[in-house]
């Protein structure tokens, strides 16, 4: 079993930054964030092996996201820059062990209970 809790979410203008944390009690083979706008499916938009540091992120945010890890407190970032108004969105944390679905929500079995990024133009 993992719990993950999710923290650093707010409200900031277009073009700033934010970081996301996710504190989680042990650290699995893969851990990602999704997000989930209103209206809208949840979607991927970073993935780590954590084992090898190995990332991978979707072009809606190539370059303006970054997912990393610190191994030594269990805790994944997420750094978000020159955000937009379309980054509005609950944002979750998720991790799993087999990894073998890449980054799509059925690949992972725990889940933070999300926090909210609002960007505003």
């Known amino acids: 079993q993992v719990q993950l809790v999710e923290s650093g979410g707010g409200s900031v203008q277009a073009g700033g930054s934010l970081r996301l944390s996710c504190a989680a009690s042990i650290t699995p083979n893969c851990m990602a964030w999704f997000r989930q706008a209103a209206g809208k499916e949840r979607e991927g938009v970073a993935f780590i092996y954590t084992g090898r540091a190995i990332t991978y992120y979707p072009d809606s945010v190539k370059g303006r996201f970054t997912i990393s890890l610190n191994d030594a407190e269990n805790t994944l970032y997420l750094q978000m820059n020159s955000l937009k108004p379309d980054d509005t969105a609950m944002y979750y944390c998720?991790?799993?062990?087999?990894?073998?679905?890449?980054?799509?929500?059925?690949?992972?079995?725990?889940w933070g209970q999300g926090t909210q990024v609002t960007i505003s133009s």
């Open positions: 998720a991790a799993d062990f087999r990894c073998v679905s890449g980054l799509v929500p059925k690949g992972f079995v725990y």
